[in-house]
Nanobody, 115 residues
Framework: QVQLVESGGGVVQPGGSLRLSCAASRNIFAIYSVAWYRQAPGRVRELVAAITPGDNINYADAVKGRFTISRDIAKNTLYLQISALKPEDTAVYFC?????????WGQGNQVTVSS
């Protein structure tokens, strides 16, 4: 069993920045692929960024150049640095770890971009 606890969301003005964190109860981020997803109202959950144990990183086209995924294995923590925020980035952001048959999700963290 793994617990993923997220923090760092909030309300930000367009052009602003935030850093989301996802702390795991076990040291799994070095072993399994991890990712950030987001879900806006009325839309399906979409992949934002992912990183593999071999440090291969992928970003959704909509966030390339603005979002950075990283992990601190010693702290069992996954991060998403988001900058140059746009109103269309407003969503609930979820961390995900590909551990076990079904993976594990964080509880979700609201990011609202509004002036």
């Amino acid at each position: 069993q793994v617990q993923l606890v997220e923090s760092g969301g909030g309300v930000v003005q367009p052009g602003g920045s935030l850093r989301l964190s996802c702390a795991a109860s076990r040291n799994i981020f070095a072993i399994y692929s991890v990712a950030w997803y987001r879900q806006a109202p009325g839309r399906v959950r979409e992949l934002v960024a992912a990183i593999t144990p071999g440090d291969n990183i992928n970003y959704a086209d909509a966030v390339k150049g603005r979002f950075t995924i990283s992990r601190d294995i010693a702290k069992n923590t996954l991060y998403l640095q988001i900058s140059a925020l746009k109103p269309e980035d407003t969503a609930v952001y979820f961390c995900y770890d590909d551990y076990g048959p079904d993976g594990y999700w964080g509880q979700g963290n609201q990011v609202t971009v509004s002036s």
